[in-house]
């Protein structure tokens, strides 16, 4: 019986994700608590509004919106195609070529992890007052991030429909926050007007549009997440299709409406200062005029829950990316297995722990701000790695339609592919000759230039791996961007010679 029972463990299982555990709703609540509609609002918006000093982010958010969903078009209809936890090097390495795939996932995980280790900073900032306030605690901001760090670190063991759940409550409550307190907003307006000013289109037109547009960015960032579970949904194409559309939707209308009902609280002329005087606090001031207390101790509450959501959402996306790379060895083997228990990514999950706590020691021995330092600086620093990664995508979708059509509608594989590359390279171009301002750095800040650079030198360093794999390793290679089928052993075969022009690329 003993020999009969060994092979029902087989390392196909060990390197495989839970399989149809995600419905629509469960990937949906994922990718909108990775992007954080709440914390969003009090961290992203609040402070966007007074380290760039524009007032045209709610309409920032708009033409970001418009220009994620053109993007939506081509990446969606190409999941099908890719289902694979580390989406953007799947993408890129069937689309592209895999040593540009492999490079693609290096920059993933930095963008992944900056970002996710950044929410530490925002979970001290959400949680000290509250803790002040109800308790008479004033505790330093990275207990709170330590304990909020074991959480986070506990779930992402578990299987991905706890996570689901949790995330599902927590949404729900942050979302209706964020609509009753603009609607409270809206009907307080400063002289008793209610503007549309910060929404004109004419605030796009200014030299620091780059900056307005990075900060729109911020908020969406994890709206791209959906097809990291395409391995772990059901019916991936629909479900990636619906929930990434869903999601990128409902975000773009919460973070308008929220981004310019707080400018008519305040006055389109006294947001920027106002947001400079009160930082994340201002939506709690606003809300205490208008609603009371009450509202606002909800609303403090639920903001620390916003966060948390939005780090277990960025740590489980962090820690597939992790499994996936590990799996198709662009990273050490181990990282791609997971957990007999829970089919969770293990290794990946304890590796992403293991970095988000090295950071917060860091932060807290050297005493550095954690809103703007860790939190703004971080996040930002993420999500230019991620608008990058956009725009390569892009571009593979192009490619790879174009070497398969797949009876796909010209619109969706080609038109608004290409009309989606034209516009995220137009944002990142802004962006970059902005990056400064939207740091809230001098021009000759190290920081101007050495984040992009970062993402520039691990770029550089995973082309060539992947170059090294063709030469050294050519299975190895052949299997890059293939997702499950690299662990299964269904890859290229490597004797046909239309197979073999493909592996080579």
């Given at each position: ?64 919106g ?6 939506c078009?081509?990446f ?40 996710q ?39 992402g ?30 009907a ?5 007007t ?82 400079s ?21 909800l ?31 662009m ?7 997971t ?19 090295t ?21 930002t ?22 070497r ?8 969706r ?14 944002v ?17 800040s ?13 770029a550089?360093c995973?082309v060539?791996?992947?170059?090294t794999?063709?030469?050294?390793r ?15 052993g ?11 022009d493909?592996?080579?690329r």
């Open positions: 019986m003993s020999h009969a029972r060994t092979p029902r463990r087989t390392s196909t299982v060990a390197t495989a994700l839970a399989a149809n555990r995600l419905g629509t709703p469960a990937v949906s609540y994922f990718v909108m608590s990775a992007a954080a509609p709440l914390a969003a609002v009090a961290l992203v918006v609040i402070t966007g509004y007074s380290v760039t000093g524009q007032i045209g982010i709610p309409v920032g958010f708009v033409v970001m418009m220009l994620l969903a053109l993007f078009v081509g969606v209809t190409m999941a099908p195609y890719v289902a694979n936890a580390g989406a953007f090097n799947a993408y890129v390495s069937r689309g592209l070529t895999r040593p540009l795939g492999v490079a693609a996932g290096w920059v993933s995980l930095i963008a992944y992890n900056a970002s280790v950044g929410l530490y900073g925002g979970l001290g900032d959400a949680a000290t007052p509250l803790l002040h306030s109800w308790f008479g605690l004033d505790l330093p901001w990275w207990v709170v991030a330590l304990a909020g760090w074991a959480l986070v670190a506990f779930l063991l578990q299987n991905i429909d706890l996570n689901g759940r949790v995330l599902a409550v927590l949404l729900a409550a942050e979302v209706g926050v964020v609509v009753l307190y603009s609607l409270a907003n809206l307080h307006p400063a002289g008793g209610v503007t549309v000013a910060t929404l004109n289109p004419s605030n796009m037109i200014n030299p620091h549009v780059g900056a307005l547009l990075a900060v729109a960015m911020l908020g969406f960032v994890g709206f791209e997440g959906a097809v990291v579970f395409s391995e772990e949904a059901r019916n991936p194409g629909r479900t990636v299709r619906v929930a990434t559309f869903l999601s990128l939707g409902i975000l773009t209308v919460l973070y308008a409406l929220s981004s310019w009902a707080m400018s008519v609280a305040t006055g389109p002329g006294q947001i920027v200062q106002e947001a005087t009160h930082s994340t606090d201002l939506i709690f001031t606003l809300a205490r005029s208008s609603l009371g207390t009450m509202f606002v101790d609303g403090r509450a639920l903001y620390v829950t916003s966060v948390l959501a939005t780090l277990i959402a960025f740590h489980n996306t962090a820690a597939r990316y992790m499994f996936a790379l590990g799996r198709e060895r990273l050490p083997a181990a990282l791609g297995r957990s007999r228990r829970t089919s969770s990514p293990k290794a990946g999950s304890m590796v992403q722990s293991a970095i988000g706590l950071v917060i020691v860091i932060y807290a021995l050297a005493g550095l701000d954690p809103v703007i330092q860790l939190f703004f600086w971080c996040t620093s993420g999500s230019l790695g991620i608008l990058l990664l956009i725009a390569t995508t892009s571009i593979a979708v192009i490619g790879f339609f174009a398969h059509p797949s009876g796909e509608n010209v619109w594989r080609a038109v608004a592919p290409v009309l989606a590359a034209i516009g995220v390279i137009t990142v171009a802004l962006v970059l000759v902005n990056f400064a301002s939207l740091l809230g750095v001098d021009e000759n190290p920081l101007r230039w050495g984040i992009p650079g970062v993402y520039l030198v691990v550089v995973g060539v791996w992947g170059l794999l063709r030469a050294t050519p299975q190895v290679y052949a299997n890059i961007g293939l997702g499950a089928k690299s662990a299964t269904t890859g290229l075969n490597l004797g046909a010679p239309e197979d073999f493909a592996a080579t």
